[in-house]
């Protein structure tokens, strides 16, 4: 069985739009001030012990974008991994990604009950919100940025579920950002 990871960038306010300059928010780069060689470190190794990327259409679309014209070791892993992309347009995905068919849950289940190593969510906040509500998270990792932006997409659904997470590890950078690595106990109502 294959192992769930979302990872997420988020600010202290639970936002996690436009974390890297995208056009949607007005506070987009909200993480750039705040990246840090150890930081960089973290992220780096966490691409390359993943077998395989699942992505939204919009976040696969920006990657898809990005990738392919950068170098370097990080690059190289994102634009090789293969890509699960949750999309219902039927043209070429391109850029060595499938499309999951069907249902997204099942499809999602399925994916995981394969035999390979971790499956990775990076941004995604709409897919990786409803993974959290369906209870198919094994891990949640949050790379908190001390920052507050004043809204914007959550990940979080509001929807009074409670959800039981267990802190596995905790890293603080000098720039102030905190990881928190949570394995998912799941929804308990």
């Known amino acids: 069985m294959r192992r769930l990871i979302v990872t997420e960038f988020i600010t202290l306010d639970a936002v996690v739009e436009a974390p890297g300059g995208e056009s949607t928010h007005p506070h987009s780069g909200w993480t750039i001030p705040y990246g840090t060689a150890e930081l960089y470190d973290f992220k780096l190794q966490e691409t390359l012990d993943a077998e395989s990327l699942l992505l939204g259409r919009k976040t696969f679309e920006q990657f898809a974008d990005a990738w392919p014209t950068r170098d370097g070791e990080f690059a190289d892993k994102m634009n090789a991994m293969p890509k699960t992309v949750v999309t219902r347009r039927t043209d070429e995905l391109g850029w060595n990604a499938s499309r999951l068919n069907g249902d997204v849950r099942a499809g999602v289940a399925e994916l995981k009950s394969g035999d390979g190593g971790p499956v990775l969510v990076a941004g995604s906040a709409t897919l990786a919100k409803s993974l959290l509500v ?3 998270v094994d891990e949640l990792r949050l790379l908190t940025y001390p920052v507050v932006v004043g809204g914007g ?7 009074r579920v409670r959800a039981d997470l267990k802190l596995t590890r905790l890293e603080r950078y000098d720039s102030g950002a905190v990881l928190h690595v949570y394995a998912f106990a799941g929804v308990t109502g």
């Open 153 to 159: 997409l959550r990940l979080f659904a509001d929807d």
């Open 134 to 136: 369906w209870g198919l």
